[in-house]
C-alpha cells in the first residue's frame, strides 16, 4: 500500500534547485517523512528526515507543510551527480523492526 | 565515513544451489537487515535482525532463506536452493537502533540465477 506519491521523473539543470514534491495525505501524527536516494542501482542512501519542522543539512533541505500532508526536498544547486531516484518513505520511529517500505520514487535527472 | 561492505560483489550461479551473501556492517550499529531489488522494480525489505534473532521478516521471506551472524562482524543471507526469481540485487544495511530510519546500506551484491 503506498502511503507516499511521487511524480515518476524529474529534470533540472545543473547548477539550479531541484524540488522534489511528495504527498502523504494518510500521514498519522507519529510518522516521520525519510527521503533517501538511489544511484543508478547502489545502494539507497539515506540524505534527511523531519516529523513536523523543516529541516537542512549538508545534502539538502526538506519543507514539510503545516497539515504534513505534503514535504518537498530541496537539493539547493543540484549538480550532476545527484541524478537519482529519490525516495519519500514516511516511518514512524521508534518501532521495532525498522522495516522501510520504498515505492517508485522519483528520477532526477540533471541536466547540464 | 564507516560503510557496510558487501561480497561478493556479483554471484552466479545454477538453479538449484545454495548461495551466501555476506555483509560487515558498520561496528557500533546493532540492527542488520536485508533488502533485494530485482531489476527495474523496487527496493523490497526481506528481513531485519536484532540480538542475533529476526525481529521482522516479510512475506519474500521463506523457508529457503536464512540469515545469520557468525561472529561478532559478518552478518550473512543464504538462500538454500536458487530460484530464476531469485536473481536480483541483494542489499545489506544497517542501523544503531530501531528507533531511527536511518539506515546505511551497502553497495549490494548482484545475484545470477541461471
Known amino acids: 500500500d503506498a502511503k507516499t506519491t511521487q511524480p515518476p521523473s524529474m529534470d533540472c539543470a545543473e547548477g539550479r534547485a531541484a524540488n522534489l514534491p511528495c504527498n502523504h495525505s494518510?500521514?498519522?501524527?507519529?510518522?516521520?517523512v525519510y527521503w533517501y536516494r538511489q544511484i543508478h542501482s547502489q545502494g539507497p542512501q539515506y540524505i534527511i528526515h523531519?516529523?513536523?519542522n523543516n529541516e537542512t543539512n549538508e545534502m539538502a533541505s526538506l519543507i514539510i507543510t503545516e497539515d504534513r500532508k505534503s514535504s518537498t526536498l530541496i537539493l539547493p544547486h543540484a549538480t550532476l551527480r545527484d541524478t537519482a531516484v529519490y525516495y519519500c518513505i514516511v516511518r514512524v520511529d521508534g518501532n521495532a523492526g525498522n522495516m522501510l517500505t520504498f515505492g517508485g520514487g522519483t528520477r532526477l535527472m540533471v541536466k547540464p | 565515513e564507516p560503510e557496510v561492505t558487501q561480497t561478493p560483489s556479483h554471484q552466479v550461479t545454477q538453479m538449484g544451489q545454495e548461495v551466501i551473501l555476506r555483509c560487515v556492517p558498520i561496528?557500533?550499529?546493532?540492527?542488520f537487515y536485508w533488502y533485494r531489488q530485482i531489476l527495474g522494480q523496487k527496493v523490497e525489505f526481506l528481513v531485519s535482525f536484532y540480538n542475533n534473532e529476526i525481529s521482522e521478516k516479510s512475506e519474500i521471506f521463506d523457508d529457503q532463506f536464512s540469515v545469520e551472524r557468525p561472529d561478532g562482524s559478518n552478518f550473512t543471507l543464504k538462500i538454500r536452493s536458487t530460484k530464476l526469481e531469485d536473481s536480483a540485487m541483494y542489499f545489506c544495511a544497517s542501523s544503531e537502533g530501531s528507533y531511527t530510519g536511518e539506515l546505511f546500506f551497502g553497495e549490494g551484491s548482484r545475484l545470477t540465477v541461471l
Open positions: 561496528s557500533n550499529h546493532l540492527y
Open positions: 523531519g516529523l513536523k
Open positions: 494518510t500521514i498519522s501524527g507519529n510518522e516521520y
